[in-house]
C-alpha cells in the first residue's frame, strides 16, 4: 500500500521512474520553482515553493495557476482563465523571463519568473516548468524611477523646472481608515484583499485610495506609498 505520507512527487518517483527527470528538475531547484501542465493546473510542486506560497504540495496540486496565484501586471490587470501562463502551455510558447505581481503567504509581491518546458517520457505529456524569484524590492526603485523620469519630464514641458532629489515636506493628514488602507497598500495589498480584511466594498477602498493619493499629492499606488514613507506616515 502506497505511504500516503510520501509527498505526491517522491510517489511518482517512486511509481513511475522514468519521468525522474522532469520531476527533480524542479524537486530539486534551490529557488522556489513548479510545473504546470496543459490544463493550466499545478502538476509540480517544491518546498521551497510550499514556504514562498504558504501552500503545501498536497494544497497546490491540481489547482489552476491564475486561481492559486492572483498574478496581476505593471498595470494592474489581474490574471484570470487567460492567464498568459497557462496560455503558454497551451501555445507550447515559453515566455521569456518575465514580472508578475503574485500572491504569496506573505501578500502580494512582485516575483520575477522564467519558464522552460519539459516532456514527461511517460505520458509524453508538456509542462510548463516555472522558477520564481521574489524581486520586490527592485520593482519597487524600477518603478519609482520610471514615475520619478515621467514627472520631469511633466515638469520640464510646464516652465523647465527641475525636480529634486530631496523630498519635500507634505503636510497631510489621513484618516484613521486611510492609514489602515494605506498600510495595506504598502504590503502589496489588492483592492479586494483590502476591502475583505477591513470588512468595506471595494468601492469604498477606491475612495479612500482616491483621497489618499489626493492628500499625498500623489498620481500612483507607489508615488503614494514613497511619499508617506518620507514623512513617516507609515
Known sequence: MQDRMIPWTLQRLLTKPRAIQFLTFVDETADAAFAVNASGCISAWNKAAAELFGRSEPEALSVRCHQLFQCSDENEITCSEHCIIERAVQDNRPLANFDLQVQTKNGKLWCNLSMLFAT???????????????????????????????????????????????????????????????????KGHSTRTIANQLNISSATVKNHIKHILTKLDAHTRLEAIRNAESVGLI
Open 120 to 186: 514527461d517520457t511517460v505520458s509524453m505529456t508538456r509542462h510548463a516548468i516555472l522558477i520564481v524569484r521574489p524581486i520586490e524590492l527592485r520593482k519597487r526603485l524600477e518603478q519609482a524611477l520610471t514615475e520619478f523620469v515621467h514627472k520631469q519630464a511633466r515638469n520640464g514641458q510646464n516652465g523647465g523646472r527641475v525636480i529634486s532629489l530631496t523630498p519635500q515636506p507634505i503636510d497631510v493628514r489621513l484618516t484613521a481608515r486611510e492609514v489602515e488602507v494605506l498600510k495595506s497598500l504598502a
